[in-house]
């Protein structure tokens, strides 16, 4: 009589923490050989200098890629060296950052670099705790910066290594949370390649960036396809969860732009007790126009603030504000309408926290702003000629 097999349960590879000694060694081999073959030609990959690295890594956080490219080449040139980022105006950095946002990040290199000049003789400390004590470095930061350029045996663990690292262990759930982190961290630490830990590094978050991406992943082009556990069991699109997107916040955001015969207008920099936490994070604590978060009347908290907070009061009380082109603009969850208004006056006024500057209209992108300010600037430029 013939006999039924039960059919066996599909066989797994290992979690990645799991490898044999030889396993481990051909992950590392073939993950190595695929990273120098299709690596993208990057600028921070022709160096080892820890400056550069530095510079790149910083800028790289939440920001794309192409998006850095540009800023990089132009920020390298202006301040080459560790020495000249500290020797220079803290002014003139955060100009050099305008439009890449997220402005604390120039703020904290500009510190760190000033603690690189006096505390480590102008090099990029070499030990872990000492790169983690300078501002805006973090563990992910020192890692990739020692590692890469001090081949130190760090892991480095981002968002692409992670999603890589569960799809290969077949770990369902949220990335983020906590219990994940911790396990991706132990497997990245125990897969690193000590003797090329910053080639290995990249390698991970190269293979997370162009094939194991987070929707429908390149499986026949990956490397380590073989070693993948979410592949053979044909879960690599459900893993790892999607994370529940925040519901966007809308804002209103009412700003002026006060502007005398001679095209100047007022910018402000409202200090830490006058302004709103959303309006200071909109606009970078850097120089912006007069604005206020707005409700239902935008016109008349707008000009409710330029009374207060400008001193628009007294003769000036009788202001006309012509409202301009809207514009949008997002900041993280923030879905923000940013509606302006031209304000046209004889004599700009001058508000009486004595934190202000005027300058003509057309020079306001030159300056560190942040990518809101430009927004408005430019609508109103290009209205100015047809208001009234
Ligand atoms: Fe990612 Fe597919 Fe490679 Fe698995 S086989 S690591 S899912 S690209």
Redesign the pocket.
Known sequence: MRKWRVPRAPKTPPAPAALNPAQLAGFRRKLLAWFHRAKRDLPWRRTRDPYRIWISEIMLQQTRVAAVIPYYGRFLKRFPNVRALARARLETVLRHWAGLGYYSRARNLHRAAKAIVTRHGGRFPRELDEALALAGIGRYTAAAVLSIAYGKPLAVLDGNGAR?LA??GAVRGDLRAPRHWRQFEKASAALLAPRAAGDWNQAMME?GAK??TPMA???AE?P??AF?R??SLGI?NEVPTARRKRVPVQITVAAAVLLDANGRTLLVRPDAHTSVAEVESLFSRLWQFPAVIAGKNARAELAAHLRKQCGMDGDGNKFQMTPMDPARHTVTFREIQLAPFLVRLARLPSPPAGNSKTIPLSCVSKLAVSSATRKIAASAISQTDNVP
Do not use: D, S, W
């Open positions: 890589v799809r290969l293979l094939v194991c992943p390149h499986c990956c380590v396809a993948c979410a592949r690599e």
